[in-house]
């Protein structure tokens, strides 16, 4: 009798039996072939084949949402906001870029809901739910850079979703989130090749976010995310954007494409950081790469304590604007770069990061 998957092995068989350069697999057979993977159905060998089949290059919005939906539906949930009101703001990439850039997301992260916070200590204008893992492929990750901040990273949902209402952020470490994803990460060290599951972390925050700043390291990735944003329930707006260079974030050494996602349309735009954003010189690519965790964190409070303006400073400005512009903070890039520079400088940003640490620590805010 043949054992294993029949859902692995029917995409299997889809994907080698093509004779052209398009994949056509439906959106329940993917999330019915991922579902079997992490429910011990499919035999390691077919869970491997299935990684390494799938093209990484001609991914479709089935195959991405079936894949995302399968590790969802797996998820520890997050409970629902008590304020649907406040914008919820993710700032995620793809990663893959092979740049090892600063954690601009992560520091971004905490300008975006220092502005939120604006001069008041007790209701937010804004929060943010940031999504995000240690490094697999870079230097330093999201969970990496705070942990060397000296944040918790592991708390309790409902302590999270306490410390999200009054501080305006929260850390939502995947591997918290997303037990199931230990099951293949024997065969993911194995393969050592990227697969799906190196680009499929910006579609599975468990807290709902309704806008969203989503980075892809490969420009083809743009319209494909662009249109799951579209399609997409809770999100009410969302920029997917890539750099010149082939960052999965704004650049501040060029010029980069935003897909903008609002109202069920697409508009693709080009920004400069000079022209949209007020930067004053385009940078080399070389001042804004990251190093260790123990690095990348001092750059931050050089920045946070107004001793450092340079490229790195650029770098978070340019995307913590563009994320207060996406969020309805600020009515255009410039006027979010300029709010992200004045949070920056009046201490809120700085304020907000001691204030998160201390709650993450204690559980209770």
């Known amino acids: ?57 001609r991914l479709t919005p089935e195959i991405l949402d079936g894949a995302a939906s399968a590790l969802a539906s797996l998820a520890q949930p997050f409970p629902a906001t008590t304020d649907t009101t406040v914008p919820l703001v993710d700032i995620v990439g793809t990663g893959g870029d092979g740049f090892d850039t600063f954690n601009v997301s992560t520091a971004s992260a905490f300008v975006i809901a220092a502005a939120g916070r604006g001069q008041a200590t007790d209701t937010p204008t804004v929060r943010v739910a940031k999504h995000g893992n240690r490094s697999s492929s870079g230097k330093c990750g999201s969970a990496d850079f705070l942990e060397e901040l000296g944040a918790t990273l592991t708390i309790p949902t409902s302590d999270g979703l306490q410390i999200l209402d009054k501080v305006g952020f ?19 060290k194995e393969l050592g090749i990227r697969t799906i599951f190196n680009v499929l972390g910006p579609l599975i925050n468990p807290a709902p976010a309704s806008h969203v700043i989503l980075g892809v390291g490969s420009k083809t990735l743009g319209p494909l995310y662009a249109e799951l944003m579209r399609t997409h329930k809770v999100i009410k707006r969302a920029f997917v954007v890539h750099s010149d260079e082939g960052m999965d974030e704004l650049s501040p050494c060029g010029s980069s494409t935003i897909w903008m996602i609002e109202n069920n349309e697409i508009t693709e735009r080009r920004v400069c950081p000079v022209t949209d954003f007020g930067q004053a010189k385009l940078h080399p690519v070389s001042s804004i790469i990251g190093e260790s965790a123990q690095a990348n ?16 400073y650029d770098y978070l400005v340019l995307n913590a604007g563009c994320a207060l512009f996406c969020a309805g903070l600020a009515s255009s890039m410039l006027e979010g770069a300029q709010l992200a520079r004045s949070t920056i400088a009046s201490g809120r940003a700085s304020q907000l990061v001691d204030l998160y640490i201390s709650a993450s620590k204690t559980n209770q805010s």
Do not use: N
């Open 1 to 57: 009798a043949t054992t294993g998957s029949v859902h692995v092995r029917e995409v299997l068989r889809l994907l080698l039996q093509r004779s052209d350069c398009e994949v056509h697999l439906s959106h329940s057979l993917v999330r019915d072939a991922f579902l079997d993977c992490f429910h011990d159905v499919a035999s390691p060998a077919q869970i491997g084949a299935l990684l390494a089949a799938l093209p990484m290059d």
């Open 170 to 188: 929260l850390f939502i470490f995947a591997q918290q989130y997303h037990p199931a994803m230990k099951k293949l990460a024997a065969i993911r």
């Open 297 to 312: 964190v001092l750059t931050f409070k050089r920045i946070l304590s107004g001793e450092e303006q340079g490229p790195v």
